[in-house]
């Protein structure tokens, strides 16, 4: 294992320009996959049930897998932070065993 | 005559010849006994033999059906993967251990009675161990020691329940169990604890990341798909299967959003993927069941992927919290590639082997109106890409740069990765050539449907917005090196001081018990790993089974002491 030296070549992810497009990108893809839901949920109240079949109303509703997700990482991540409060401890808590 | 050995024989016995052979030879030994057992399982097909009657009950030595058969092939593979992945083992003992611990999974899966079972369920327990000591030191040490606790307190349940079922029941062969009788409730707890249901669940957490590089890797594959296994057999269809599972998928994806051992964060996400099978168990259906075992197949490939690419990270650079790494995919790029494949296979992408088996047992819990479970497990769903899916790959290979250099993964463990990594593509894009058509039931589920591949491209690709959206405003948790509490603290910390309480004594037989533990595990290892030179063949090997037959008695008496402090 060493450090790095300064003569390396630098990696895609120094360029924050490509960092950016990562992110760019996800948001395009957000937003296609989104319309597309909107789309197939159209077809589908236009009677297309080969194409969307959901088992209950809610589950059908245009755009739920999308805040679904979004909502339960939000809230899993704010709910983890607050567990760090009570539950975290120094790394070395158990090493006097 | 072929068709009359037990397939688990062929690497238990097997393994004996390991610590005799050197170089290639051994190598190439050691990769061919599970690709022998795997070819005399396939030459098998569903049978069952080895049966003989023992105190009056019905034994069966091997039963392959419709149920096992998966399982069977499974553990083969597992094994050999893992095998290869741990050719660059420093530890000679792993080998043998791994093989034997490999071969009592198949064992265990193909037993036909619940004693064979028992048999089976202990060979795991003591093989396994040794994977945790083999990384030496008192952290390892204590982490086993905790761990064969747990293990062999599962096989004195198992023992108890088994003789107060046989009692009510007249018979121990092993099929449909039900918990109608308080031999069920044990049985059922026993299994409970191998599967890491919640509250049992923490020696998988504190012992999994404390093993060898490769360890980790042998270690995910086994003791919980046995107990899947051995749930689906005797349990399916028990309703409180159905939340256990449903508590199993949601509880530690907070735990490992907020842990920096990354080996940890997979122990965590693994509970959180048997709880998808246990889930699947407990409704009980065919859909659900071949879910279940559907979803034992992928996880041990793509999970064996994710702790294959953390143990190669460890092995290049001695290290594995979060907090310390990032930046990797300059100086690791395959292994980062090959990590992103188990991520995504984990995190259900579509063309990937997660996506395939996890909405069988997801459309299961939505056609029996089990809305609530379906919407936990939905959570859970987007939680796994998450902190599997994301976190993962993200710390290790990108994040900010560490400054750490090393070199890629040596080549044996990129073909291992690369093994696991391609099965699971071709199970996430063509279920049909192997996986669905052996599993127990007949498969009508059609997981490509438009509506399923857009929900579930929403539900990923909205939860990385919502990783993106954290980590850019700062409200992402950063990775700091700790340590979190969870159940075991309430042993390891007021019991322990209860006990510190009683006196001294107490303590002082504790330490003794602990140094001649070390002393002897350390001998071992270490026996085992000692070069033979010419002739000196038949001493060592002696001293081996020596140095093992004491330890084995010094363990006992050991677990005697644990028990009764």
Known sequence: MANHDQNEKPGVFDNPRNVKRVIYGLYAVCAVVFALDIVSWIQGMAGAHELRHPERGWEGFPGFYAFYGFVACVLLVLVAREMRKVLMRREEYYDDE | ???????????????????????????????????????????????????????????????????????????????????????????????????????????????????????????????????????????????????????????????????????????????????????????????????????????????????????????????????????????????????????????????????????????????????????GIGIGTELAVNGAVAHAFNDVLFKGLLFMSMGAVLYRTGNINGSDLGGLYKSMPKTAGLCMVGAASISAFPLFSGFVSKSLVMGAALYEGYDVVWLMLLFASAGVFHHAGIKIPFFAFFSHDSGIRVKEAPGSMLIAMTVAAVLSMVNGIWPTLFLYPNLPYEVTYQPFTSAHVISQIQILFFSALAFCGLKLTGLYPPELRSVNLDVDWIVRRPLRRFALSLGGAGMALRGLVVRSGMAVTNRVVRTAERRTGPGGVLERTWSTSVSVLWAAALLAFLLILYFVR
């Open chain 2, 1 to 279: 005559m072929m068709s009359s050995i037990p397939p688990a024989a062929v690497m238990i016995l097997g393994a004996v010849l390991v610590p005799l052979l050197r170089g290639r030879l051994r190598t190439a030994y050691v990769l061919a006994l599970p690709l022998a057992g795997l070819a005399l399982v396939l030459s098998m097909g569903d049978t069952e033999f080895g049966k003989t009657t023992l105190f009056g009950y019905d034994m069966t030595l091997v039963r392959i059906d419709g149920l096992s058969r998966l399982f069977g092939w499974l553990f083969h593979i597992a094994a050999f993967i893992g095998l290869i992945f741990a050719l660059r083992s420093p530890r000679n003992i792993e080998h043998p251990v791994a093989l034997v611990y490999a071969g009592a999974a198949v064992g265990a899966v193909q037993a036909g009675d619940l004693i064979t079972l028992f048999v089976f369920w202990e060979i795991l327990a003591v093989s396994s161990v040794f994977l945790v000591w083999a990384r030496a030191g008192e952290r390892a040490f204590r982490a086993g020691m905790r761990y064969l606790v747990a293990q062999v307190g599962s096989g004195a349940l198992l023992l108890v329940g088994i003789l107060v079922y046989a009692d009510a029941a007249g018979s121990v062969s092993f099929g449909d169990i039900g918990l109608d009788s308080p031999g069920g409730w044990l049985i059922m707890l026993a299994f409970g604890i191998k599967a890491a249901f919640p509250m049992l669940h923490t020696w998988l957490t504190d012992a999994y990341p404390e093993s060898t590089f490769s360890g980790a890797v042998f270690l995910s594959a086994f003791t919980t798909k046995v107990a899947v296994y051995a749930l689906a057999r005797g349990f399916a269809g028990e309703d409180v299967l159905v939340w256990v599972g449903a508590a199993m998928t949601s509880f530690p994806i907070f735990y490992a959003v907020i842990e920096n051992d990354l080996r940890r964060v997979l122990g965590y996400s693994m509970i959180n993927q048997l709880g998808f099978m246990v889930c």
